[in-house]
């Protein structure tokens, strides 16, 4: 008898395993979410669509993005990280909300790093340090040469200390030797308006947010800081060319998944993010508004850009001592 049970379970197990390969064989078999973990509007937000989009027709069903934005991105990743493993929940993915958030937040309900996993890395959004017409530099130098000379006077405009702008501020603040004053607001819109009023003297954007303005001559850019010059801003240094120390500050764009998700679903969905993202409109499109298109990724490469992102962001952080209850 114990025999006969255990043929049957060992036949029950693998009916189980080819039921559950022919699935996954023929993913996606109906409509896949896609979970955006911002506002709508925004540049994020507007790649994650054309992306799914183009994603949607390589794979030959829907991807429905929804937006579930709030707590620092920790409400949407939240909702992914619990999902099923099953490739039909997919999160869009930065380094705010799988690299930041989780080393300066101390009561995450879940943990990205081993409870999702980035299977995609698209592009990346350059920063750049700007400041104001009233502001008397055209360089880091000669912004060093005025902060210091009205010491402790100057401001600079903050998102919240759990994520990269404010940190590459942190970052530049100690190359150059000087103290500025944190200044909250709600958004990039709201910290352009303020340097342009001369309420705050000093910001670090996204390419995306503050190239209009540096285009149109109503702020000036200072440097990038960025490993090497970037094509929209060429005669712009980076950190190192300007006398500082070298640092890339960037934030990217992939897609994640649930970290049990299946290897065959994963290879699949990677397989058709790699082939829409190399297409030549889409990369123009988001290029053309300051995007750093990447060439594609093998799942090793994206492992080392993850650990190198996770290296230079843990290193500022430990380095100020940010923490956010």
């Not at 190399?278 to 799942?299: C, I, N, S, W, Y």
Request: charged share 20%.
């Amino acid at each position: 008898m114990q025999a006969l049970i255990k043929v049957l379970c060992s036949a029950a197990c693998a009916g189980a395993l080819l039921l559950a390969g022919a699935a996954h064989a023929n993913y996606p078999d109906r409509p896949v979410k896609l979970i955006v973990p911002y506002a709508p509007g925004g540049i994020t937000d507007n790649l994650a669509r054309a992306l799914a989009e183009g994603v949607s027709r390589e794979l030959k069903q829907p991807i429905v993005v929804e937006n579930k934005a709030g707590a620092s991105a920790m409400i949407g990743t939240g909702m992914v990280a619990n999902a099923p493993a099953d490739g039909y929940t997919l999160l869009m993915a930065s380094n705010g909300n799988m690299t930041v958030t989780p080393l300066v937040m101390k009561k995450l309900t879940y943990d990205p790093i081993k409870e999702l996993r980035v299977i995609a890395i698209v592009g990346e959004l350059p920063t750049v340090a700007v400041t104001n017409l009233q502001t008397p530099a055209t360089d880091l130098r000669s912004f060093a040469a005025y902060a210091k000379a009205n010491d402790g006077k100057l401001n600079f405009a903050s998102l919240g200390q759990g994520n990269v702008l404010y940190l590459t501020a942190r970052k530049i603040e100690g190359e150059l030797g000087i103290r500025m004053t944190e200044v909250p607001y709600k958004g990039s819109a709201p910290s352009l308006t303020a340097l342009m009023a001369n309420d705050v003297q000093f910001y670090i954007d996204v390419l995306p947010g503050a190239l209009p303005f540096i285009q149109s001559g109503k702020l000036k850019a200072l440097a990038v800081p960025m490993s090497k010059r970037i094509s929209w801003l060429p005669d712009v240094p980076t950190l190192e060319e300007a006398g500082y120390g070298a640092f890339h500050a960037a934030s990217w764009l992939g897609w994640a998944v649930p970290a049990a998700t299946p290897p065959d679903v994963v290879a699949r969905l990677q397989g058709a993010i790699g082939r829409f993202a190399q297409d030549e409109k889409f990369r123009a499109t988001f290029t053309k508004a300051g995007v750093l298109m990447l060439p594609a990724m093998t799942p090793a490469q994206v492992d080392e850009y993850l650990k190198a992102d996770r290296e230079r962001w843990g290193a500022l952080i430990r380095q100020h001592n940010i923490t956010i209850d």
